[in-house]
């Protein structure tokens, strides 16, 4: 009889862990949703580069590109000095005018609180992910030769 009961224990244990699994929401990539009050402060942090998607809830282009956005934050997890931040210039359109944001989706990467690059490529994982390391470098050598 124990050995049923400890059976039936245990699958009901793994039953309700799997249950608890599907309800729970997944945890959302490293993407930090930037507004009017965080930007400047954010883009100024010293020593971090952050690369930055502009967009608006009612552009096909944003909508087309689904989950590019926060996959690209999942893969970028764990480099150092380099932040992912979306802003909806829907709610945040004095943040996208001081940008210069005139379509969508618009990504850009800034450096101690100055625009440095704007992204045009193909727009994959792989091709942002360059992107923004080669652009994160070059501005490295420019600190390290201003020092």
């Not at 309700?16 to 400047?40: G, M, N, W, Y």
Request: aromatic share 10%; with cysteine.
């Amino acid at each position: 009889m124990d050995l049923v009961l400890a059976r039936y224990l245990c699958l009901s244990s793994i039953l309700v862990f799997s249950l608890l699994s599907i309800s729970l929401p997944q945890t959302r990539a490293e993407v930090i949703t930037l507004t009017a009050e965080t930007f400047t402060d954010k883009v100024k942090e010293k020593d971090t580069v952050w690369f930055v998607k502009f967009c608006v809830p009612w552009c096909k282009h944003c909508k087309n590109s689904g989950t590019l956005w926060e996959d690209f934050g999942k893969e970028m997890e764990g480099e150092d000095e380099i932040e992912i931040g979306e802003v909806d210039c829907g709610l945040q359109k004095e943040v996208c005018s001081k940008a210069d944001i005139h379509s969508y989706p618009t990504f850009k990467v800034f450096y101690d609180g100055e625009e440095s690059a704007k992204f045009k490529g193909k727009r994959d994982v792989e091709s942002l992910k360059n992107f923004v390391l080669e652009e994160a470098e070059k501005l490295a050598a420019k600190q390290l030769a201003r020092e």
